[in-house]
């Protein structure tokens, strides 16, 4: 089945030590996004690659980094971990065209974040 | 500014039907979503409205008013595991999508 896969599905990392999440797709879809959720806050979006085009978003802090290498995977770095950075990490990804613009969201099952 | 309002939660008992409404200002609109979360998991998608009026999908429907930048989402024949928080969404410039806070909806028997 196509669908979003993020591993892994729970990652404890201490302060200040780096950590990387990974997404991964079989829909073939071109844009991609990360979100950081907090408990019972809405998805905040963080950047997001449309094909290979970067874009952050003004209020995501330097510490977070996203590289893409392919249009399958995505990682999301985030270089030193506070305890405010402890979260449910989404990915999300869409296809241009769809529905008369940039098309629906289908997220992976998220990564939550634990800083120690 | 920008902003999505939706109600922090509601209660409602099993078979019963349940209408979460969500107001929006946002900058652009090209579609809201509506998506259901269940605690510790991901967002799934439930429906799209991008012009006026009902969308029915089974026990789910969703409706739009985009001069009065209003929508809701319409539950019916309640069941236990409908129970979760439900996200309103606006979609503006470049299909980024701004979220509501969710509204959790719990079902009691």
């Known amino acids: 089945d196509a669908m979003v896969i993020q591993n892994p599905r729970y990652q404890v990392t201490q302060f200040g030590k780096p950590v990387t999440l990974s997404c991964s797709q079989t829909l073939n879809h071109n844009v991609m996004y990360w979100y950081q959720q907090k408990s019972s806050q809405a998805p905040k979006l963080l950047f997001h690659y449309y094909d290979k085009d970067f874009n952050n978003e003004a209020d995501t802090p330097d510490n977070f980094q996203s590289r893409r290498p392919n249009t399958s995977f995505c990682f999301l770095d985030i270089r030193s971990p506070g305890l405010g950075d402890a979260a449910m990490y989404l990915c999300?990804?869409?296809?241009?065209?769809?529905?008369?613009?940039?098309?629906?969201?289908?997220f992976g099952p998220g990564t939550r974040l634990t800083v120690l | 500014g920008q902003n999505i309002d939706q109600p922090t939660e509601m209660t409602a008992t099993e078979g019963a039907i349940v209408q979460i409404n969500c107001t929006y200002q946002?900058?652009?609109?090209?579609?809201l979503f509506w998506y259901q979360q269940h605690a510790g998991e991901a967002p799934t998608f439930l429906s799209y409205n991008v012009l006026d009026g009902l969308e029915e999908k089974g026990r789910f429907s969703s409706f739009l008013s985009r001069s009065k930048g209003y929508s809701y989402l319409l539950l019916k024949e309640l069941q236990m595991k409908d129970s979760a928080s439900y996200l309103c969404?606006?979609?503006?410039?470049?299909?980024?999508?701004?979220f509501g806070a969710g509204t959790q909806v719990v079902v009691t028997p």
């Open positions: 999300a990804t869409s296809r241009d065209q769809e529905t008369g613009g940039l098309g629906t969201q289908y």
């Open positions: 946002t900058s652009g609109f090209n579609g």
């Open positions: 969404a606006v979609k503006g410039s470049w299909g980024k999508l701004q």
